[in-house]
């Protein structure tokens, strides 16, 4: 059975930084982008950044570039994909989710209008709140 778990998130003044962590079972990842997502009210769910099966180097949204950071957590356990988000703003509030899709790049894993396909396989979200 596939398992996708997020945790991380909370409520956090702007500027302020919070770290999200997505926990993937019953899938070899070694065929898997992941990824995460993310879901305003009465927004489409839009790409934030996603990592390809090989790893190397993370996709970005533009919209966090250079605030938010994706890695595989090797240490803590391989199926275990992190997203160190620094700089907060206001905007960035939504509920975030992961994914994992088979044999896709990052990049379309991220730029692909999913809507509610039950693919890519998806967690149940975690709440980021960010007050200005």
């Known amino acids: 059975q596939v398992q996708v778990v997020e945790s991380g998130g909370g409520l956090v003044q702007a500027g302020g930084s919070l770290r999200l962590s997505c926990t993937v079972s019953?899938?070899?990842?070694?065929?898997?982008?992941l990824g995460w997502f993310r879901q305003a009210p009465g927004k489409e769910r839009v790409g934030v950044s996603c990592?390809?099966?090989?790893?190397?180097?993370?996709?970005?949204a533009d919209f966090v570039k250079g605030r938010f950071t994706l890695y595989r957590d090797y240490a803590k356990n391989k199926n275990t994909l992190n997203l160190q988000m620094n700089g907060l703003k206001a905007d960035d509030t939504a509920k975030y989710f992961c994914?994992?899709?088979?044999?896709?790049?990052?990049?379309?894993?991220?730029?692909?209008?999913?809507?509610?396909?039950?693919?890519?396989?998806w967690g149940q979200g975690t709440q980021v709140s960010v007050s200005s």
């Open positions: 019953g899938l070899d990842l070694v065929n898997y982008a």
């Open positions: 994914a994992a899709y088979r044999i896709v790049t990052a990049e379309y894993l991220c730029t692909t209008r999913w809507g509610s396909t039950p693919r890519p396989y």
């Open positions: 990592i390809n099966p090989s790893g190397g180097s993370p996709y970005y």
